[in-house]
């Protein structure tokens, strides 16, 4: 019985031995498994951060605020419902180079998800991605030379894949009247800083100033702000009597800053789609220009339906490549993106149909945002298949000197930059005199 007992306890000792090793060598196999494909994820791919639609962009000032006014599920599902189905132009996604920049990384990343979402409808979101800070170590994975990135374009790598902030000051009744009516004929929607009052109030005073031109042709103003520099005065109160003297400040919780106006831009489209969707034209523009409000509005009356629907139009920059000198506004390192731009209207003034805006905002959802805000334009609306329209009432880059101060050859432009708030003011009273002869 002693050996019977012996042969039974050694096969079962066997199996429970043989049965422990097996399970030690799954738990570590799948150990292993799981971190190489996390190294290697980390390095090849580059994490889809696509489609945030409540998420602000922190500054110092902002952390309190933001556990104050955290958006509800309601909140959430309405931004998510204005999305609807898009495609991207051949031609746009032809244009970007494969290779290692990380823009260029990113964008070729998209169109992969977008090949997978056909059945999303304009109801939906891809809500799967999150927005999220990307982290150093992310960015260092991705980008070689991240640390010698200038320290303001660090800051904007850290936040690009974040498409939203909560809106500060708001103006949701610009566009409505009490009969009803919402139908505003031109918007201008003008780029300012907290610090820019003066130039606010001469574009309030000429070439913005709101009401009902050429028989009927209803114009509304707002200008686009972020929250000042932590290192700036103090402005809240002062800002917060002049949204509330004039009704149209639009002020989100993100710094003002040049590398923050492509999301200054994308916001814009998201508050165009809530507050005013009936918009028929958009001018957007500087504080510093000098607009010719009679022009712009006699030039869009002149329009067809055709063109009506699909315009973009300004002075036309062709053939633009990134400028690789540290020292310029507009450095774009070439680890960050590599190939031409697009063709695009330059950020001094443009103007673009209303009906495009649920299009713009959408396809803006699927392009990474790019430090230069009129580039990233020209890129949306290439990506939409539309091409921007020379105009030669537009001079972006300002006109002869000798002319600068004459009203009779601002008559026949749209636009000339750059003007301080003394120079409109005075071209303005001058074109409108009775006592000009041209």
């Known amino acids: 019985m002693y050996r019977l007992k012996a042969r039974v306890k050694r096969p079962k000792a066997l199996l429970v031995v043989t049965l422990t090793m097996s399970m030690s060598f799954l738990i570590l196999y799948s150990m292993l498994d799981l971190q190489y494909s996390h190294a290697q994820s980390e390095v090849l791919e580059i994490p889809l951060t696509a489609t945030p639609l409540n998420v602000t962009i922190m500054t110092k000032t902002s952390v309190k605020e933001r556990q104050k006014t955290t958006a509800s599920p309601n909140q959430v599902s309405s931004s998510a419902s204005v999305l609807e189905k898009v495609s991207i132009s051949e031609t746009f996604w032809k244009s970007v180079p494969k290779n290692s920049a990380y823009w260029n990384r990113k964008f070729h990343s998209m169109l992969r998800v977008l090949d997978h ?47 939203d902030s909560q809106i500060v000051i708001d103006q949701p009744n610009k566009c409505g009247l009490d009969n009803g009516d919402d139908h505003v004929f031109l918007l201008f929607a003008i780029k300012s800083t907290p610090q820019h009052f003066m130039q606010r109030q001469a574009v309030r005073d000429t070439w913005g100033k709101e009401g009902v031109y050429l028989n009927g042709l209803r114009v509304r103003t707002v200008f686009l702000l972020g929250r000042s520099h932590v290192d700036d005065p103090n402005l809240d109160k002062l800002i917060s009597f002049e949204a509330k003297e004039f009704g149209d400040l639009l002020i989100w919780d993100f710094q003002d800053s040049f590398y923050n106006l492509t999301l200054k831009e994308n916001v814009f489209f998201k508050w165009l789609l809530q507050s005013c969707p009936r918009v028929s034209f958009v001018f957007k523009g500087d504080d510093d220009v000098f607009a010719n409000t009679h ?44 190939g031409a731009y697009p063709p695009y209207a330059g950020g001094g003034g443009f103007l673009f149909s209303g009906s495009l805006i649920h299009s713009l905002y959408s396809i803006s959802r699927y392009i990474p945002f790019f430090p230069i805000d009129d580039v990233y334009t020209g890129m949306c609306f290439q990506a939409l298949g539309i091409l921007p329209e020379k105009h030669k009432g537009f001079q972006t880059f300002d006109i002869r000197e000798q002319d600068r101060d004459n009203a009779c050859v601002h008559r026949d432009l749209l636009l000339v930059h750059q003007r301080d708030p003394q120079q409109t003011t005075r071209l303005w009273r001058a074109m409108h005199s009775p006592l000009l002869t041209c």
């Not at 991605?129 to 990135?149: K, Q, V």
């Not at 006699?298 to 020292?327: C, E, F, H, V």
């Open 117 to 163: 979402m056909e059945n999303v409808t304009s109801h939906e979101s891809p809500d799967r991605f999150h927005c999220m800070r990307e982290s150093d170590e992310s960015l260092h994975l991705n980008i070689p030379d991240f640390n010698s990135y200038p320290a303001l374009y660090q800051d904007f790598l850290h936040s690009m894949a974040c498409h």
């Open 295 to 338: 022009a712009i509005l006699n030039y869009l009356k002149t329009l067809n339906p055709t063109m009506a629907s699909k315009l973009y139009t300004g002075q036309i920059i062709s053939q633009a490549s990134p400028l690789r000198d540290r020292k310029n506004k507009y450095y774009v390192p070439q680890s960050f993106y590599e």
